[in-house]
């Protein structure tokens, strides 16, 4: 009786009550829902959440949607329930689908879906209400860090359901932080997270990322960048003279420093001596003029800032001038000619660190000097003694026939052309 009086009487005000007491007071073992399928519904809060009933191989018994308090949705395409919320989507032989909007964290709960079978059938659709988290919020222990301390930050998640995930991003690197959860009122949870890491002046200005992970929302992420402090860094270069440093030239030195804060402070001294009295300070920068080797030594800037003092070092070694020396010439035919001797200079830089630097040997160049000036004096030698064996014969008519003479009388007698021939007589020298 009761199974024919319901389908022409749906709004009737007991129906609810009568199906309801019939289907609880099938044993568990009775049931079968092997024909009837639905699904598990996951919603956001506030969008919409579709429940489907299908039946396979319907052999045209009535399909209805019950809510988790067992009150009937809808009844085959009639809807007892006033709550306008819920529409009918489809209805056929085999499916009975339903709309739910503007979901609720109320409207979470099992949903059946019932088929008028012998013996009667259920199947359940459990609706999973999704309440995101609020904004990610991160925090930081300190707003500046100093390079090589440890810095602390948090990041909340609140008010989501279910609990959220919290991840961390320096960078490109992904960081490890630890995780608590507090349970909230109905069923919602806030996330905090903790990180805690060293700092190097390398990560200033790197960017820090809170990743909240859920399955309402996605790339919901927080973001603050690190502000790392750290102590100057500190490099002495030469301005001029360009090479090796020599006596009489002028020679500036330029401090460069870099650090956050920036330096504000830049010292120059002399380690173990006074600076020389014609230094002269000018910022950065040391000028000194007129080298000498008195002003050997370790010049040393220091530069400061709030987090530290550092330094680097300049070693200076100041080399002779530079110098050519003349091989000396004789009073001779031959054209003078000059020789220069260069001589090779020391290459090590004066910077500390670098080798020291290499004296030129004035006894070495004393000694080549000395055999060069030798040797042309030899050759000088030889060559006088040379010419002074070829200085040539005279020939003379003043004896000729003396060979023949048996003194000198007779010899000058016999002489060719004797006196009057006088004025014929010639020499000749080669």
């Known amino acids: 009786v009761i199974l024919e009086f319901i389908p022409y009487k749906p709004n009737c005000a007991h129906s609810d009550i009568i199906f309801s007491h019939l289907f609880s007071t099938v044993p568990a073992t009775m049931v079968d829902s092997q024909n009837l399928v639905t699904d598990n519904v996951a919603v956001v809060e506030g969008e919409v959440a579709v429940i489907s009933c299908r039946v396979k191989n319907n052999d045209d018994s009535v399909i209805q949607l019950l809510n988790p308090n067992r009150q009937t ?112 009122y ?27 992970d859920h399955p309402a929302v996605k790339d919901v992420q927080a973001q603050t960048y690190l502000v790392v402090h750290y102590k100057p ?30 330096p504000q402070q830049i010292n120059w001294v002399k380690v173990d001596d006074d600076l020389p009295s014609h230094a002269l300070i000018t910022g950065p920068d040391l000028y000194i003029e007129n080298l000498n080797k008195t002003y050997n030594g370790t010049y040393r800037c220091f530069a400061a800032n ?44 004066s910077r500390a660190g670098e080798g020291a630097p290499r004296a030129v040997d004035h006894a070495v160049i004393g000694g080549v000097v000395a055999v060069v000036v030798f040797a042309m004096l030899c050759l000088l030698i030889i060559l006088g003694r040379y010419f002074a064996r070829h200085k040539g014969t005279y020939f003379t008519h003043e004896a000729k026939g003396a060979d023949d003479a048996a003194d000198a009388d007779t010899a000058i007698i016999n002489a060719e052309g004797g006196h009057n021939n006088s004025d014929e007589k010639k020499e000749y020298y080669i």
Not at 77 to 106: C, G, I, M, Y
Not at 191 to 201: D, E, G
Not at 239 to 258: V, Y
Not at 311 to 340: G, H, K, M, Q, W
Request: glycine share 6%; with cysteine; aromatic share 8%.
């Open 233 to 262: 860094e500190v490099k002495i270069v030469v301005e001029f003279p360009d090479g090796l440093p020599r006596e009489g030239q002028n020679m500036e030195l330029s401090c460069q420093a870099k650090g956050k804060p920036h």
């Open 73 to 184: 949705i809808y009844f085959r395409d009639v809807r007892p329930l006033k709550d306008a919320r819920f529409q009918l989507v489809n209805f056929s032989d085999n499916e009975l689908r339903v709309s739910l909007s503007n979901v609720t964290l109320s409207d979470e709960g099992r949903y059946v879906c019932q088929l008028y079978t012998d013996p009667p059938q259920e199947a359940y659709a459990d609706i999973t209400v999704l309440i995101p988290p609020g904004n990610p919020i991160i925090e930081s222990r300190e707003g500046q860090v100093i390079e090589g301390n440890e810095t602390e930050m948090t990041c909340t998640a609140m008010g989501s359901k279910p609990a959220a995930t919290i991840r961390w991003m320096k960078g490109d690197k992904e960081l490890q932080g630890k995780s608590k959860v507090e349970e909230m």
């Open 306 to 349: 709030s987090v530290g003092e550092s330094y680097d070092d300049y070693i200076l070694y100041v080399y002779d001038a530079p110098t050519t020396t003349p091989i000396p010439t004789t009073a001779t035919t031959t054209t003078p000619t000059t020789t220069t001797i260069s001589l090779p200079e020391a290459t090590a830089d």
């Open 186 to 212: 109905d069923t919602m949870f806030t996330v905090t997270s903790q990180l805690t890491f060293t700092v190097t002046k390398e990560d200033d200005g790197v960017p820090v990322v809170c990743i909240v």
